[in-house]
T-cell receptor
Framework: EAEVAQSPRYKITEKSQAVAFWCDPI?????LYWYRQILGQGPELLVQ????????DSQLPKDRFSAERLKGVDSTLKIQPAELGDSAMYLC?????????FGQGTRLTVV | TQLLEQSPQFLSIQEGENLTVYCNSS?????LQWYRQEPGEGPVLLVT?????EVKKLKRLTFQFGDARKDSSLHITAAQPVDTGLYLC?????????FGTGTRLKVLA
């Protein structure tokens, strides 16, 4: 069964360091999303791609976060420098028509 | 402003009890999805409701879409410990896919 792949599953980093997450969406899904989720809350959209183009990044803290999807397939989300408040689950999802499917997420802990 | 409000926020019940989770909005949605998420995992899609008034059943879970397509409910009959998790509703507003505030359910054996 096709699924959204994310890596790493877990990441511990020191504040002020750089960290990167990778996502490979389901094949053929043109739309890719990155979400941040604080424990116990609903995910919040950080950035949305349609193919290689950014559709929405209004909630992305652009002073430290960046995202790219150069060939319209897999995507990378980067944080530099990481801050303590960035500790969260980072979820990637892809969609085709109305179905949105999620990866297992990357749990980031900033110490 | 949260477009999708869920209630209750937390729910702890005994095994065998029934419960209902609500997802409300002042906006119309063309469809709503419900997810269950377990700790450390990504949300898993349970169902999509599309038509106003639609009712869908998934074993002990019953999902309903409001007639005006502004709200939805999830009813669990005879809850089991395996139902424990974070329940999320979600839907598209313009081109954005947004989530509800979440309902954390704990079913005690």
């Amino acid at each position: 069964e096709a699924e959204v792949a994310q890596s790493p599953r877990y990441k511990i980093t020191e504040k002020s360091q750089a960290v990167a997450f990778w996502c490979d969406p389901i094949s053929g899904h043109a739309t890719l999303y990155w979400y941040r989720q604080i424990l116990g809350q609903g995910p919040e959209l950080l950035v949305q791609f349609q193919d290689e183009s950014v559709v929405d990044d209004s909630q992305l803290p652009k002073d430290r976060f960046s995202a790219e999807r150069l060939k319209g397939v897999d995507s990378t989300l980067k944080i530099q420098p990481a801050e303590l408040g960035d500790s969260a689950m980072y979820l990637c999802a892809s969609s085709y028509r109305a179905g949105v499917f999620f990866g297992q997420g990357t749990r980031l802990t900033v110490v | 402003t949260q477009l999708l409000e869920q209630s209750p926020q937390f729910l702890s019940i005994q095994e065998g009890e029934n419960l209902t989770v609500y997802c409300n909005s002042s906006s119309v949605f063309s469809s709503l999805q419900w997810y269950r998420q377990e700790p450390g995992e990504g949300p898993v899609l349970l169902v999509t409701v599309v038509t106003g008034g639609e009712v869908k059943k998934l074993k002990r879970l019953t999902f309903q879409f409001g007639d005006a397509r502004k709200d939805s409910s999830l009813h669990i009959t005879a809850a089991q410990p395996v139902d424990t998790g974070l329940y999320l509703c979600a839907g598209f507003r313009t081109y954005k896919y947004i989530f509800g505030t979440g309902t954390r359910l704990k079913v005690l054996a």
